[in-house]
């Protein structure tokens, strides 16, 4: 007796996951299986699943990208997020910088190092996308006094324009503003030495 020929397995559900690629907000992940097991498969129609599979995911990701570009980042609401965004960042910042002050008695010279120090054990953000989001990105601003003992934290905010009103700044509990060297903003044209 010769052994009984295999039967090729049904493509339906691979076929089936393929096409569910086409969901809006899912398609990308269940594109990326359906490729992923088509690639890895022996059924019939393994390679029109690829197709149709990569098809949706590549529409999600085209999809998604002209909702994001179109986006205007100039709105009312979407300066407002990335706003919030911006002060719940320059606290972390303000906590990261007295941190950094407590082991070394001093502020670091700039921000960077201030990443630096703490690198991957405790990550901070200090770019600065209160302006809107950018492909280059840049750090939040970082005076520190010439005596060292102070320093001005702010973002740019929507005008993309240092020291101006509409300048983005941290707002601290009185615990945390008192203990820290945050300095209030200088009135325009003043000398940083100015400050109280």
């Not at 991957?120 to 005596?147: C, E, F, K, M, W």
């Amino acid at each position: 007796m010769s052994p009984e020929p295999s039967r090729a397995k049904p493509s339906w559900p691979l076929l089936l996951l393929a096409i569910l690629s086409f969901i809006p907000g899912f398609g990308f992940f269940i594109g990326s299986v359906a490729v992923t097991w088509g690639l890895l498969s022996e059924r019939p129609r393994a390679r029109l699943a690829i197709g149709i599979g990569a098809t949706g995911a590549l529409l999600q990701i085209l999809v998604l990208s002209i909702l994001f570009l179109s986006t205007k980042q100039g709105s009312p609401l979407f300066a407002g997020v990335l706003s919030e965004v911006a002060r719940q960042d320059l606290v972390t910042v303000v906590r990261a910088l007295e941190a950094y002050h407590q082991r070394k008695s001093v502020y670091p010279a700039s921000l960077l190092d201030l990443q630096r120090e703490f690198g991957l054990s405790r990550p901070v953000n200090i770019y600065d996308q209160s302006g809107g989001v950018s492909l280059r990105p840049t750090p939040y601003h970082y005076r520190l006094a010439p005596d060292g003992r102070s320093y001005e934290l702010f973002g740019v905010g929507p005008d993309r324009l240092p020291d101006t009103p509409d300048d983005i700044r941290p707002l601290l509990s009185d615990s945390l503003r008192r203990h820290s060297g945050l300095r209030s903003p200088r009135p325009a044209n003043a000398p940083l030495e100015s400050l109280p």
